[in-house]
T-cell receptor, first 113, second 115 residues
Framework: GDSVTQMEGPVTLSEEAFLTINCTYTATGYPSLFWYVQYPGEGLQLLLK?????DKGSNKGFEATYRKETTSFHLEKGSVQVSDSAVYFCALSGLNTGNQFYFGTGTSLTVIP | KAGVTQTPRYLIKTRGQQVTLSCSPI?????VSWYQQTPGQGLQFLFE???????NKGNFPGRFSGRQFSNSRSEMNVSTLELGDSALYLC??????????????FGEGSRLTVL
């Protein structure tokens, strides 16, 4: 069945460091891929998405490219800020599955000044 | 525009009891889905409702059930609570059932503790 595997945390980085959070997926067909973020005390919110192979999603300086050949959707940011401290979830939504999303287990990121 | 509202935010129950959680979606959103979030398992899909009909169901026992009302509000119920049901239960709404390109809008969740 469909599934998502993401890099386990926690991850601690200094401000302005480069961030990569790995995400790979298993799915039938061509899923859509998402990164959601959960800031402390808040609900999950969409960070970025990509709906077809080679698409790049981007938002708030974060980027992720849908790589079908490696079944990956790694999240990157060139220079993290303290305000980026949060839990990041990779997710996929397959064809004909409505709003049944498959989420990774989440990666906690702490950015220190 | 008000976001997804979940009530209650926190609750404590004992084993064997049952619980009902409520979710009010964003105005105009007709699809409501529920997820269970635990530290070890992450988010796991429970079920999705659209137009008062269950469209999809995850791999959870029959103790977990839900429904949707004509105003799109949804409730989920867990009967005969077990310790392992302790979790954050998240509700998410979207305008329509996914064409697999859609975005989910999440509430802040109902945190259930089973003693």
């Amino acid at each position: 069945g469909d599934s998502v595997t993401q890099m386990e945390g926690p991850v601690t980085l200094s401000e302005e460091a480069f961030l990569t959070i790995n995400c790979t997926y298993t799915a039938t067909g061509y899923p859509s891929l998402f990164w959601y973020v959960q800031y402390p005390g808040e609900g999950l919110q969409l960070l970025l998405k990509a709906t077809k192979a080679d698409d790049k999603g981007s938002n708030k300086g974060f980027e992720a490219t849908y790589r079908k050949e490696t079944t990956s959707f790694h999240l990157e940011k060139g220079s993290v800020q303290v305000s980026d401290s949060a839990v990041y979830f990779c997710a996929l939504s397959g064809l004909n599955t409505g709003n049944q999303f498959y989420f990774g287990t989440g990666t906690s990121l702490t950015v220190i000044p | 525009k008000a976001g997804v509202t979940q009530t209650p935010r926190y609750l404590i129950k004992t084993r064997g009891q049952q619980v009902t959680l409520s979710c009010s979606p964003i105005s105009g959103h007709r699809s409501v889905s529920w997820y269970q979030q635990t530290p070890g398992q992450g988010l796991q899909f429970l079920f999705e409702y659209f137009s008062e009909t269950q469209r999809n169901k995850g791999n959870f026992p029959g103790r977990f059930s839900g429904r949707q009302f004509s105003n799109s509000r949804s409730e989920m119920n867990v009967s005969t609570l077990e310790l392992g049901d302790s979790a954050l239960y998240l509700c998410a709404s979207s305008p329509e059932p996914g064409l697999n390109t859609g975005e989910l809008f999440f509430g802040e969740g109902s945190r259930l503790t089973v003693l």
